[in-house]
């Protein structure tokens, strides 16, 4: 995530059809399309009037938006959230199928959980628990152990200094078309098109 100003869409390595019937190509188009497109506009006219600010990079403004000035702070927090969050939320999934962690990820998962099937349920249980929007996150801590955290709204988990690995976006827009109030049912499909090989790059990416 070293982008910086100005901020463009990313086109999703699969179709908006690409993830059916799990979810549905007119969630992802309006999503991707729409919402993400949206925290994008929004970011790049806040630091327009910012030189200074259009060199920084993405988690950069993600982490250290509340040291900006007041006008700045909450605007950029939820923009440049909004726009990390999705980027990282799009890039994870696929139309490959399910599949699990594998290699030096799966070792490194089995000493701290007893089944992959344990870390699913747990994540699926926080991402039910977060109350309104928001997310659930799979995410290493300092002391580098994974850790299953919600955040609300277009919080990260970068001001907490946990690394993130995956995220499960339960706003109601990336689900509400095709699963309407049943974010069980989402959150379960969301897991039919989580790519752990992916989400396995991630974890190695933090030890280089
Ligand atoms: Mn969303």
């Known amino acids: 995530m070293n982008e910086s100003y100005k901020f463009e869409n990313i086109p999703l390595p699969y179709g908006y059809n690409g993830l059916e019937p799990y979810i549905d190509g007119k969630t992802m188009e309006l999503h991707h399309g729409k919402h993400l497109q949206n925290y994008i506009n929004k970011l790049n006219a806040l630091l327009e009037p910012y030189p200074y600010l259009q060199n920084k990079p993405l988690d950069w403004l ?3 938006a509340y040291t900006l000035p007041e006008a700045l702070k909450i605007p950029v927090a939820q923009n440049a959230g909004g726009v990390y969050n999705h980027f990282f939320y799009f890039e994870e999934l696929s139309d490959n199928g399910n599949s699990e962690p594998a290699g030096e990820f799966k070792e490194y998962l089995e000493k701290y959980y007893p089944s992959f099937a344990e870390l699913t349920a747990n994540l699926a249980s926080a991402a039910l628990s977060v109350f309104g929007s928001g997310y659930a996150w799979l995410a290493i801590n300092r002391r580098k152990a994974p850790v299953i955290v919600t955040t609300p709204n277009q919080m990260t988990t970068l001001t907490e200094d946990l690394y993130p690995l995956a995220n499960i976006d339960v706003w109601e827009h990336a689900y509400y078309l095709k699963h309407y109030n049943d974010r069980a049912g989402y959150i379960a499909d969301w897991f ?4 752990w090989r992916i989400i396995g790059e ?7």
């Open 62 to 64: 993600v982490k250290y």
């Open 192 to 195: 039919k098109v989580a790519d």
């Open 202 to 208: 991630r974890f190695n990416a933090l030890w280089q």
